[in-house]
């Protein structure tokens, strides 16, 4: 496959992802709106590796999902402590963490 194939499907997803983060008002989608954009890079990372034989780049890709996991496991913790509190989860009218 083609590093151009990889770079377009990276970049279909970084778009998709920031549509959602743009668009989206709910934190959970705005958590899968980021995955979206962490999981372009991947595929970029992984095509670039392929193209020039080199696993560094699939290395730098495991690093990305690890932050990208513990990313979603402290987002779904606030998601759910604020949650218990409210039952509305849009971001525009979460003005309690302002401190």
Not at 25 to 36: A, T
Request: charged share 15%; no cysteine.
């Amino acid at each position: 496959m083609p590093i151009a194939a990889y770079l377009a499907l990276s970049l279909g997803l970084l778009v998709l992802g920031l549509i959602g983060v743009m668009r989206r008002r709910n934190p959970l989608m705005l958590l899968l709106s980021v995955e979206l954009m962490l999981n372009a890079g991947n595929v970029a990372l992984i095509g670039f590796s392929r193209q020039w034989d080199d696993p560094s780049g699939q290395v730098f890709a495991l690093v990305v999902m690890v932050v990208a996991a513990a990313e979603v496991v402290i987002g779904l913790g606030l998601t759910v402590a604020i949650f218990r509190n409210r039952t509305n989860l849009d971001v525009d009218e979460l003005s309690a963490m302002k401190g």
